[in-house]
């Protein structure tokens, strides 16, 4: 999985380097040939490696089979024959659909370009694949191939396994290093990170929260499943997804958060909702139990907490 985690991640990045149109899903959000062409190379190898396993990915291919979007389709199999040659349109169709499966005892989940708009501006945006198993996030792998690296070309790689710890290297190649979250006393990484879209969360009330437990410089907004790995690396200790003002009813989806919050838990940290509330993993696609999302290093987390409370 780490392979084809890595695959797709340098596909993302040759799209990058010629920047499509965003093509225009049904809720209005932008897709790219990139969405695509990565979610087949990983549901490819997810099925040959664990073919009774569903995949819960965020994409389908309904809207790339209709004629008018023939062009959009050649240009996902090509990028997809650059790493598997023998691709053909039916197959990346097909291996894009092996994502629409359902929440079960065990299943996968899948967001090939968790922040789409980052990944269009030339900003941070992430790979993101879990595997969960009884509603508990057993693995979690996140590329993020925009993220700085000491000593290498950008793109980190984050891995995560219940009980093993977190681990992360450079996309580029080179050894895994295991990662932990910032201590207490560390002063210069207590920070915090947020989205960037002010429609993703309450911004006012983050840094008011922020605040409130002694962290006193500006947030650091940043698109994607990155801003996990930011804190699991000990880079902050705090990212903040409190529900907007203007979508109150809005709940999240699992692929946004499950390999992510993986790799923080892993690296010593602690994620719920704004209650306290682990994050609902088990009973389908939105975690329709949970509001808002709250990491931290677990140190400030009941402060945090407490804050959310008043």
Known sequence: M???????????????????????????????VADYGAQALICKALSEAFPDDPIVGEEDAAALRQPEMAENLTKVTNYVKEQLPDATSEDVTGWIDRGNGKVSARYWT????????????????AVALALVEDGEVKVGVLGCPAMPVENSEPGA??????????????????????IRVVAAEDKENLRFVESVESSHGDQDRQNKIAQAVGIT?????????????????????????????KSPNYRENIWDHAAGAIVVEEAGGRVSDLYGKPLNFADGAKMVDNRGVVVSNGVIHDRVLAALAD
């Open 2 to 32: 780490l392979f084809r985690s890595v695959a797709a991640g340098k596909l993302c990045e040759r799209v990058r380097s010629n920047i499509p149109a965003a093509m225009e899903k049904s809720d209005k959000s932008p897709v790219t």
């Open 110 to 125: 899948l967001d090939p370009i968790d922040g789409t708009k980052g990944f269009l501006r030339q900003d941070q945006y």
């Open 157 to 178: 790689l984050y891995v995560a396994v219940r009980g093993e710890g977190a681990m992360m290297r450079a996309i580029a190649g080179g050894e895994f290093v295991p």
């Open 217 to 245: 410089s500006e947030s650091v907004r940043v698109d994607s499943q990155a801003k996990y790995g930011i804190v699991a690396s000990g880079k902050a200790a705090l990212y903040l997804r409190l529900p907007s003002p």
